[in-house]
């Protein structure tokens, strides 16, 4: 666990408030049992854990047990971690209207069926027919109708 994951951990459960545990108290108890390794494993957290509970008992004049005893039970009832920071999708505004086939105009329209449903690669590209007589001729099998003789 690294020392920022500790402190969240701690916030989360509520032991972390202004007036009594704060972040500094625990940021000098983890590094002081993390060292240089900046992490530390199930023992070791738990040993901040005492360490964190001990600072604090010199404030309330508690007991280390005491104080190490209120932070387990806080840490007990904690069920599990709070996103708070995380973005949350915006279904409306910009979205919606991106998506209505209705509001596209001109050439774009012609991307979408009568339904609105997309037609894929054929909406967006035009199509050669290389079936004429040269290329780019667009209106075959019509001299004969046009020249009936």
Not at 14 to 24: A, L, Q, Y
Not at 58 to 84: F, G, R, Y
Not at 92 to 103: A, C, F, M, Q, S
Request: aromatic share 6%.
């Amino acid at each position: 666990m690294t020392g920022k994951n500790f402190d969240k951990w701690l916030k989360d459960a509520g032991v972390i408030d202004p007036k009594g545990i704060t972040t500094t108290m625990t940021g000098i108890a983890f590094s002081k049992v993390a060292g240089p390794k900046k992490k530390c494993n199930f023992d070791e957290t738990k040993q901040v854990l005492v360490n964190v509970a001990q600072d604090h008992s010199h404030k309330t004049k508690k007991s280390i047990q005491e104080e190490l005893d209120d932070i387990i039970v806080k840490l007990e009832q904690l069920e599990a971690p709070k996103i708070t920071s995380a973005a949350k999708a915006d279904t409306g505004g910009v979205y919606n209207r991106l998506t209505d086939h209705t509001k596209y105009t001109g050439s774009h329209k012609e991307r979408f069926d009568a339904e609105g449903k997309g037609k894929g690669k054929a909406g967006r590209e035009e199509v050669k027919d290389n079936t004429g007589y040269v290329a780019a001729y667009k209106n075959k099998d019509t001299y004969d109708k046009a020249h009936k003789g």
